[in-house]
């Protein structure tokens, strides 16, 4: 062992004493990795959780962990505390385009098509540096502290670090043929990602958009390179009609024997053909898929492409708001999706395609959703709060670790987003309740964000 890491272990097990403390306490606080914390207290110092407890326990804590005359802060919140919300899937760039948002389609290709002038005229104006970073602090104020955002032109890719944020910040591919992408998309993503990793920008991934905008050589490379340079990737995928399969809950070893020994020029091709794949069935042999990868909304998604997603480690952040502005044509299976235990996560799309970027907002309509589905488990409540939180950072690959993000425990990452509901803490049934109020109805009472121990949003909450 050498001598660093060993003062690394040292110092792990013997904690400096702390110089400042900030307590965050309230009535109810959700840690998520833990049970909720009745009469809680976070105590933070720098960018890191040193305690979650009961608010008694951690004061007492606190006396062993202080350095004589150092500085202590209480905050006292009397709604909720909870991680910062993480929202897995958003173009923070779009946020000037919410006059695109604010149509009404007949089908998802209507929708592309009054997406795409806007798109350019806005390209002209080269304002995507301001509308990005007017995203991230909407997110901000709505009490989320990370994200996954796609960047589709240079100048926004800076987005979630102007507000301090943690995620990705995924640079888009789309629009290539097998032809230019070799010889002109694989230089055009070397010029682009090398500029990004120059800014020495937090975290930068990888989102081939979509199985109908990339042939089959960029969903081939793509995940390779990404892999080698330990960037993370975000897909469009099974979002849009023609993407579902027309075989239902084969074993894709069956189904596939028909197909998978071609050399398919793209998934159109292949369906053009008359095969049954799903466009997940698709990238899953060309080894697109991975531990490494989260799509966005799985709308058609059927029983064997779910079982795939779970085999593989793909979460799915599901946007049940943009979904019907963008006329999917049938709501993701989110009983399915619950009861099957797929990973997931939440996303509010962009203001392209979603009338707020309130992650809680969707997670409200998610919980509609699955009860209208048929989903009966007395666990809604409990699973929709891991989706929006460590299920977010499970999808960005964030859940663990000592950066680790979406949780409230010792050592975490101090982002926090405080909750102006009731509370009603006399009773199991009383928590219960509050937890269902804050699911289904919380959404635009985020008082104040924390993130990475700083307070960058306060609306009067301390
Ligand atoms: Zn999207």
Known sequence: MTTDSFDQLYAAAHPAPLNEVTLYSAPLIIPVTGPVLLDGAVAVSGSRVVHAGTRRWVLEALKQDMAAGARFEERHWHGVIMPGLIDAHTHLQYTNMAEVGRGDYDSFQAWERAFDPVYERLCETGSWKDSAEEGARMLVRHGTTAAADIV?????????????????????????????????????????????????????????????????????????????????LHIHLAETPMEAGRRDTILSTY????????????????????????????????????????????????????????????GVALCPRS??????????????????????????DSLSSSPSLDVLEDVAMLYDL???QGYAGDDLTHRLIRMMTIGGAEVLGMHVGAGRIGQINAGATADLAFFDVPVYVATPRGIEDTLETLVRHGAGTNRATVISGRVVYNDGAF
């Open 255 to 314: 189904s596939a024997a028909e197909w998978r020994d071609e050399n398919w020029t793209s998934y159109q091709e292949l369906k053009e053909a008359g095969k049954g794949a799903s466009a997940i069935q698709f990238l899953d042999q060309l080894g697109s898929l991975g531990p490494d990868v989260h799509i966005a909304h799985g709308v058609w998604a059927d029983k064997e492409d779910r079982r795939i997603l779970r085999q593989r480690g793909v």
């Open 370 to 372: 699955a009860r209208e």
């Open 323 to 348: 979904n019907r502005i963008t006329v999917t044509g049938r709501d993701a299976p989110i009983r399915e999706y619950l009861e099957e235990g797929n990973l997931l996560a939440v996303g509010t």
């Open 152 to 232: 589709t032109d240079p100048e926004a890719v800076g987005a979630l670090a102007s507000q301090g944020m943690h995620g990705v910040a995924y640079w888009e591919v789309m629009n290539w043929r097998n032809s230019d992408w070799k010889t002109e998309g694989i230089a055009e993503l070397v010029t682009h990602l090398g500029r990004m990793r120059q800014e020495g920008l937090p975290s930068i991934g990888i989102s081939p958009h979509a199985p109908y905008t990339l042939e089959t050589a960029p969903f081939v490379d793509l995940p390779d390179i990404a892999r080698q340079l330990d960037m993370r």
